[in-house]
């Protein structure tokens, strides 16, 4: 194999250019792919209920990016598995590929149960909202897995005072969030 050069630098012969580029797009492909994949597994809130179908969709894009985060990385541990190249180098990447399978498998894993769990409704005054936890007068804390687009309409009223109701994961992710008495 002839060795490349690379802005007046010699790649050595055993760096596969040609197969790190297949799987780069291969892992591009599946993070945009895990990030508009749809419900696959039964939510554990009920879905007749708005406010509780609100969680489900939130959650949901919880498990979605937790997915997309699996895409990213399992195409070099196949990478590592199939194609031979440097020795060293292959075992490097094998060995950081396999971490971040793991671990990213163990957080998709995470969020999965928690999109499967019945969510727990919690009520309270709300205490402050800082970024995306919001602190209850009791004490609790948890944190807002709301869209961007939520979270800005819902801030005109989210606010230290303010009655809510809360959808909760088993986490502590809020997936739903509504004025007191309002449904919604």
Known sequence: ??????????????VRLGQMAVTLVVSIALFLLALHVPSFMAAGADISD????????????????????????????????LW???PW??????????????????????????YAALP???????????????????GASYYLVLS????NTDRSWLRAGA???LWVSPRGHVGSVSALGTGQ
Do not use: H
């Open 50 to 81: 708005s406010a509780q179908r609100d969680y489900a969709a939130n959650i949901w894009q919880e498990t979605q990016t937790s997915l997309a985060m699996v895409a990213v990385v399992l195409p070099w541990l196949v990478y590592a598995l």
């Open 84 to 86: 031979q190249g440097a």
């Open 89 to 114: 180098g292959r075992r490097i990447l094998l060995v950081i590929a396999t971490a971040g399978v793991v671990l990213t498998t163990w957080f998709a894993l995470l969020s999965a149960q928690s």
């Open 148 to 151: 961007d687009r939520e979270l």
């Open 163 to 165: 009655s809510v109701t």
């Open 1 to 14: 194999m002839a060795s490349v050069r690379i802005s007046g630098r010699l790649v050595p012969a055993d």
């Open 120 to 138: 727990q409704q919690v009520s309270g005054v709300v205490d402050r909202v800082e970024g995306r936890v919001i602190a209850l007068r009791d």
